[in-house]
């Protein structure tokens, strides 16, 4: 695989060993191997895992099942089957047939064809990988919607807090297709078939390091444009909470981990206690892999 080209993408952004380590999620010790070629043939997920920090494109394109080079001779990618007709189609023939179409090409036809045991979003025709989310991201999410259907049953509020994944058609064409961790649906005649057609009211997302960028930028532009009333961003890194309320002229709000955060939609009825948020991580506090107890 391409190392040499993400140690150049590296050297251009300036970062670290240490930068690359804590966006991309690999330990630090195997990020200075593969970048010391000490690692000459590193996995197939450590190579994504870096290539989505420093060379989206990179990713997009070994997950997607287009042609990658090793041993500097060009191979098919592997990529997963599809189920067609009952039967399961080869490896192969999926691969290639994905592997016709660039990033900005892609449909919801394309999506489906994807197993549903891995996880992406479709955003303008473009697919994004979605690695298995940090136990920490789900309690987070979990507790928040915790918090939101318990409010949602005391004081007999009509909209529907729903948790990942559940598929969003988000500008209900055939080219956006997002899973938000978390999401707020006030108009229940968009829950068709197995998606969600258009906007909810209110959408959160707990960034990873390999979503950050995507979900700051490329997803705060979207669900703005597709009407999303209300946006939540939510930092475990640095224990803040950002909050777009699109329907106020008075965004972003910042709030941190020691507050509780009204929820718009709710015209005030729900508030989110993030010490609690707080509380429950301090409670069960995660290891991270080789680390001794």
């Known amino acids: 695989m391409d190392i040499e080209r993400l140690k150049k993408r590296k050297e251009q952004l300036g970062y670290t060993n240490e930068e690359v380590a804590r966006l991309s999620g690999v330990p630090l010790s195997t990020v200075q191997k593969v970048f010391g070629n000490i690692t000459k043939q590193p996995r197939r997920d450590t190579v994504i ?68 045991d891995r996880r992406v979003e479709l955003i303008d025709g473009r697919i994004y990988d979605m690695t298995a989310p940090h136990a920490t991201h789900q309690m987070i999410a979990g507790e928040i919607y915790r918090q939101l259907s318990n409010c949602r049953i005391e004081h007999g509020v009509s909209c529907l807090p729903m948790i990942a994944p559940v598929d969003v058609q988000l500008d209900r064409d055939e080219k956006t297709m997002v899973q938000p961790d978390v999401l707020i649906l006030c108009d229940t005649d968009k829950l068709i078939g197995r998606c969600i057609y258009g906007a909810p009211e209110f959408v959160l997302e707990v960034l990873s390091p390999s979503t950050r960028s995507r979900d700051q930028i490329v997803k705060l532009k979207k669900y703005m444009e597709a009407g999303c009333r209300e946006y939540w961003v939510v930092d475990k ?20 981990f020691d507050d509780e955060v009204p929820v718009g939609v709710s015209e005030g009825m729900c508030r989110i206690d993030f010490s609690m948020v707080k509380d429950l991580l301090a409670r069960f506090p995660i290891r991270e892999e080789g680390e001794e107890k």
Not at 243 to 254: A, I, L, M, N, S
């Open 237 to 256: 890194e640095n224990e803040k909470v950002t909050v777009y309320d699109f329907g106020t002229e008075d965004w972003p709000k910042v709030w941190s």
């Open 49 to 116: 895992a870096l290539a989505r920090v420093l060379d989206p494109s990179m990713a997009n394109r070994l997950q997607s099942g287009a042609p990658v080079v090793r041993d500097n001779k060009v191979r098919e990618a592997e990529f997963a089957y599809r189920v067609e007709r009952g039967s399961i189609a080869s490896p192969d023939e999926y691969g290639k047939k994905f592997a016709e179409k660039e990033q900005g090409e892609y449909t919801l036809e394309d999506y489906y064809l994807i197993p549903d």
